[in-house]
């Protein structure tokens, strides 16, 4: 399929700046393959979309106070292939894996905003002045190359009632949250794990569930700022239960 997107005139609010935005022009394309059998569904899809004047938010400071700003990259293009099967070994065990490679990057973005970073003797940043440089061919901002999931699922009989115990393992490459590609996150991991009982009436049911449950250490936001790099940490691993009744 394909399609073409225009979308209407933008500005900058929130005391950001006044002037009015370019149009982004969209030009999207996609095939793709689906079969669903008794016990193997797959998903297979190739893509490509090319931006004109593509509309992006950057985080600035303005009198000391953060505010967000639109701007335009001259263009940009993102291609990749998407992947997921689903596949039942027994009744009871099924597993399902999903993978995507994706190449986003600036084809022309020669007045792209980004930060001079200064540092002392120790390696601390002590100035983050903005700058305007040329990022074309840069990544994309939280475009990874690479993400993939791995998930399964068994089922047994536990107390005359129905046992469900079931992971997920998401992994992601690096990527950057800027659009200057100077804050990276770095490749990481992610396991999630959960149990649920039902009774033999299917109307009560217990579980309990670990996210994160190795601990890793990630952003899930980061910008620069007029003294540094301030970041939001993920949630570290938790641990959580709940019980349904259903009427």
């Known amino acids: 399929s394909a399609e073409t997107v225009r979308k209407i005139f933008s500005i900058n609010i929130g005391g950001a700046a006044t002037a009015r935005i370019n149009p982004e022009d969209l030009l999207a394309l996609e095939v793709g393959y689906k079969y669903a059998g008794p016990d193997l569904s797959l998903n297979l899809s190739a893509y490509y979309y090319d931006y004109k004047d593509e509309q992006l938010q950057q985080s600035i400071l303005i009198a000391g106070r953060p505010a967000t700003r639109i701007t335009n990259a001259a263009s940009s293009e993102l291609y990749g292939i998407d992947a997921d099967i689903a596949y039942s070994l027994t009744d009871d065990f099924k597993v ?40 074309s061919g840069r990544p994309m ?44 996150q ?33 952003y899930i936001q980061a910008a620069t700022n007029a003294v540094g790099v301030a970041g939001v940490y993920a949630p570290p691993a938790t641990v959580e239960g709940s019980f349904r009744i259903k009427f």
Request: charged fraction near 20%; hydrophobic fraction near 40%.
């Open 186 to 218: 770095k490749a990481y991991a992610l396991l999630d794990l959960r149990a649920e009982w039902t009774d033999p009436s299917d109307r009560y049911s217990i579980a309990i569930s670990g996210k994160n449950v190795t601990d890793k250490e990630y």
């Open 141 to 184: 901002a939280k475009a990874p190359d690479f993400t993939a999931n791995v998930g399964v699922a068994y089922t047994t009989d536990l107390a005359d009632g129905k046992l469900v115990l079931s992971g997920n393992l998401y992994y992601t490459s690096k990527f950057y949250f800027d659009l200057g590609a100077q804050i990276d």
């Open 96 to 135: 399902n894996i999903g993978a995507e490679y994706s190449h986003a990057r600036y084809k022309s973005f020669p007045n792209g905003p980004a930060v001079a970073i200064t540092t002392n003797a120790a390696g601390q940043a002590t100035s983050l002045p903005p700058v305007i440089i040329d990022l």
